[in-house]
């Protein structure tokens, strides 16, 4: 169905950057009679559940991750400043000009009017096929709310150009829609439903808008405090509930780390919606090309040399993995190196590299500063920038430079990945997951909800730490230690910021944020501008407040 769909995603790309305007030619005419049925729908709703798929392998990704306590984009020497935009995710001092957040309007905007051409097409949004189809659209309205506040409400075809409505309006459109198909959705959880929406991930994006919804009804953005009564965390614990219930999922159908792999897919009982990723047809992940260390290419087959290795988790946000025999300890690897194989470290192979004193320190100056020698390859917990570095957060392009901060394996590649893929990797990326459900339902009873089934914060905590080999907990749990569990389980999946900003610490000082002291009070940040590209053509629009227009 390409043909017919390529025509839909141009549209999608006019409108974030002018509006949806009339379509010339009836996009019904395109077929003799509408095939009803579900194998039909799922043909031609392909490119609703593709449209964010590049931004969720990298730039929304990068965006939650950077703006966040858990790891900083550094610039080795003059490489990878790329004019400061990842930088500003680091410092909150974000523009509208940034890129990255330009991918992600865009691509959201583009999931919500394939989503609307397609729901043309079935002409009926009460049937049974149509329910998926709302699901995504409701979705990418959440991408746009939880980010950027204020959004056009998009159903149908749109004549004139439309207006952003409140956030709280956005927030209570996403609750009608979902609660209105969610029972009309799939209750198959197998291959076939993989990736794709079914009721589970309806309640489940449901429980993530209801443990939020004091955070996106708040009149502003700067007037939510953690303290703010949340009218709806009985219903965080109801869709929670449902989920459980369905005996759909678990914790335990395999490792920690292993559900993260090249090889993941529907045997991860775990996971309850997925971005899918090949290196080959489904491509867009490439969280491992900027955790790479920089010289160490060669500890993959053919890996192409265009490496960033420019992330490296802040010590503070690595120090929360201290939890005697918790498999999740091993998502950071540091200190020295060796080559793997077969996902261990194979600890009779060091990772030497070929170098000098002055390639492991550029300011060396002794003697032997050229003389060459094997160095194994150490990286250091702590990331320190050079005197001058302050303005590009340049940590040098030497060894010691590369080699500062830990690194995150949880992604770890594909060691098949080859120039031919451009770093692309077959990762699967969880977006909502059944861990998640178990914490947000503890979460929701410490904020005031009423217990249910005999569970506790304290016992769903420990269904987590008992399939990861962590301790369990002993004493009841504060809602510090949910969010410290939260950091342990969810790293590098892009959920860090919105805990944050509900637990009112996203204006908390971590890494170099002292280089923008006024960020420490922006609380508009906690959404962020529209992108200039987009409100220059839809001139009707206002900036966010805070933010330059």
Not at 36 to 44: K, S, Y
Not at 172 to 189: A, G, H, N, Q
Not at 288 to 309: E, T
Not at 371 to 400: C, H, M, S, Y
Request: net charge neutral; aromatic share 12%.
């Amino acid at each position: 169905m390409r043909h017919i769909i390529k025509p839909f995603v141009f549209t999608a790309l006019s409108f974030s950057i002018l509006s949806c305007t009339d379509l010339d030619v009836d996009i019904k005419s395109q077929f003799t009679e509408f095939p009803d049925n579900e194998r039909a729908a799922e043909a031609i709703s392909a490119d609703v559940y593709t449209a964010y798929r590049g931004a969720m392998g990298r730039d929304h990704w990068m965006v939650q991750t950077l703006s966040a306590d858990e790891a900083v984009s550094v610039s080795m020497g003059s490489d990878w400043y790329d004019g400061g935009q990842y930088r500003q995710f680091h410092v909150h001092n974000w523009n509208a000009d940034n890129g990255m957040l330009t991918n992600m309007w865009n691509s959201a905007i583009v999931g919500i009017v394939n989503s609307n051409n397609v729901l043309t097409i079935i002409n009926n949004d009460e049937a049974d096929i149509a329910a998926p189809i709302r699901a995504m659209r409701a979705f990418y309205h959440f991408i746009l709310m939880d980010n950027f506040g204020a959004a056009p409400i998009l159903k149908g075809r749109v004549e004139v150009q439309p207006d952003r409505s409140p956030r709280p309006e956005v927030c209570r459109f996403i609750e009608s829609e979902l609660l209105e198909i969610k029972d009309k959705l799939p209750t198959t959880v197998n291959s076939s439903t993989y990736g794709k929406v079914t009721k589970y991930m309806a309640e489940a994006l449901l429980a993530k808008l209801y443990l939020n919804w004091s955070v996106y009804t708040a009149q502003n953005v700067e007037d939510y405090t953690p303290n703010a009564s949340n009218e709806k965390l009985q219903e965080v614990v109801k869709m929670c509930d449902n989920i459980i219930a369905s005996n759909q999922f678990n914790l335990t159908s395999h490792k920690f780390l292993e559900k993260f792999r090249p090889d993941n897919g529907p045997q991860i009982k775990d996971f309850i919606f997925v971005m899918p990723y090949d290196k080959e047809s489904q491509q867009g992940m490439t969280f491992s090309r900027f955790w790479i260390h920089r010289s160490a290419q060669n500890q993959f087959a053919n890996l192409p040399q265009s490496v960033g290795g420019t992330f490296r988790v802040l010590p503070t946000y690595l120090d929360k993995f201290n939890l005697a025999g918790d498999e999740r300890n091993a998502s950071y690897i540091g200190g020295k190196q060796y080559y793997w194989s077969n996902y261990q470290e194979d600890r009779t192979r060091p990772f030497l590299i070929r170098t000098s004193k002055k390639g492991i320190d550029q300011d060396y100056v002794g003697a032997d500063a050229d003389a060459q020698f094997e160095w194994q390859l150490e990286l250091t917990r702590d990331i320190i920038l050079r005197p001058d570095g302050a303005a590009t957060l340049n940590v040098g392009n030497d060894q010691k430079g590369r080699s500062m901060g830990y690194r995150s394996i949880k992604f770890y590649m594909d060691v098949n990945v080859t120039s031919a893929h451009q770093r692309n990797q077959s990762n699967d990326v969880p977006i909502f997951r059944y861990a998640d459900i178990l914490l947000m339902k503890a979460e929701a009873i410490l904020r005031g909800a009423s217990a249910t089934n005999g569970e506790t914060p304290m016992s769903l905590i420990n269904q987590i730490r008992s399939y990861v080999k962590a301790p369990l907990l002993t004493i009841a749990p504060s809602l510090q230690d949910l969010l410290d569990e939260r950091a342990r389980e969810f790293a590098d999946e892009s959920w860090r910021r919105n805990d944050l900003i509900r637990y009112g610490k996203f204006e908390d000082k971590w890494g170099f944020r002292d280089l923008y002291p006024a960020g420490y009070t922006e609380k508009f940040r906690r959404i962020f501008p529209v992108p200039t590209t987009v409100l220059n053509l839809n001139n009707i629009w206002k900036q966010n407040p805070g933010y330059v227009n």
